[in-house]
């Protein structure tokens, strides 16, 4: 069984000292699968503890993926770019992440707060 031992946020260095909590920012890479987002995004934005930011990347959909995370504004930072796979699109996402921890999150998942 393997064993891990967390050490306090503010013990570990992975917190500014003066907030004491960790931020964290969910990645959602996504293709063409306007049908689920929105509910992906709902369910982030309702968690117990919001994220610091939540960034969907659009790999070059055809759909109306644009339009459903345009509708959340300032909520969700939103990046579109030419077709080239999940991996790439979540590399991009990785370089715009400001928060001290990283969730990735695919378009169809729903996290219960």
Do not use: H
């Not at 503010?10 to 699968?33: H, L, Q, W, Y």
């Not at 992906?40 to 960034?55: F, G, H, K, V």
């Not at 996402?93 to 998942?109: E, T």
């Amino acid at each position: 069984m393997l064993s891990t031992k967390m050490l306090p946020l503010e013990k570990s260095g992975m917190a500014s000292p003066e907030r004491n909590i960790a931020d964290v920012c969910v990645i959602v890479p996504t293709f063409n699968r306007s049908q689920y987002l929105g509910e992906a995004i709902d369910s982030i934005l309702n968690q117990t503890r919001p994220p610091a930011e939540i960034i969907v990347v659009d790999d070059g959909s055809t759909d109306k993926t644009s339009d459903v995370a345009k509708s959340y504004g300032d909520r969700i930072k939103y990046v579109w770019k030419e077709n080239g796979g999940k991996p790439a699109a979540i590399n991009l996402a990785l370089r715009l992440a400001q928060a001290d921890y990283v969730i990735i999150a695919d378009d169809d998942d729903i996290m219960f707060p």
